[in-house]
Each structure stands twice: as structure tokens, then as C-alpha cells.
């Protein structure tokens, strides 16, 4: 793994964490979409750029538990909801 690639944090029951490093030095708004396990779109959030470290919470009590992949700026990454 690169310093620079997207990866998921520790998080409380039915919130995804995420790690952009790289939209910690950006401006302005980026499309986050999260797709379930047949890579179907379940959620589409914007993402204001310049978090420091580029970390940000989402809240996806609404999402059934299970695989996901998150797309933000063309990187992709694997991840598991607990509910």
C-alpha cells in the first residue's frame, strides 16, 4: 500500500470511515459513490476536499451490512459495513 492510496479506518457500527490523503491538498467538492457487491451506485456524497489527512466519516446506517466498494477521484477500494 502507498501513502497516497485510499483506505479504510476503524468506525463506530453503521459509519464508514475513509483515508483520500490525496484530498487532503485539494479545493472544492469531489464525488464520493459507493457501490454495492453487483456494483450497483447505493450512494452518491459529495466530499469537500482539504480535511486534514483527507479523512472523512460517512453515514450509512441506512445500508444493509456487507462488501462495498467506494470510488472517490478514479481510486477504488474494497470495504466491509457493520451494522
Known amino acids: 500500500m502507498n501513502v497516497?492510496?485510499?483506505?479504510?479506518?476503524?468506525?463506530?457500527?453503521?459509519?464508514?470511515?475513509?483515508?483520500v490523503p490525496s484530498l487532503a491538498y485539494q479545493r472544492g467538492t469531489v464525488q464520493c459513490t459507493i457501490y454495492d457487491a453487483q456494483q450497483s451506485p447505493v450512494r452518491m456524497i459529495p466530499l469537500?476536499?482539504?480535511?486534514v489527512r483527507g479523512v472523512?466519516?460517512?453515514?450509512?446506517?441506512?445500508?444493509?451490512a456487507g462488501k462495498y466498494t467506494v470510488q472517490v477521484k478514479g481510486q477504488l477500494l474494497s470495504v466491509k459495513l457493520e451494522q
Request: no cysteine; charged share 15%.
Open 48 to 51: 469537500e476536499a482539504g480535511h
Open 56 to 64: 472523512y466519516t460517512l453515514q450509512l446506517a441506512t445500508l444493509p
Open 4 to 19: 497516497t492510496d485510499m483506505q479504510q479506518l476503524p468506525a463506530s457500527k453503521g459509519a464508514l470511515r475513509i483515508q
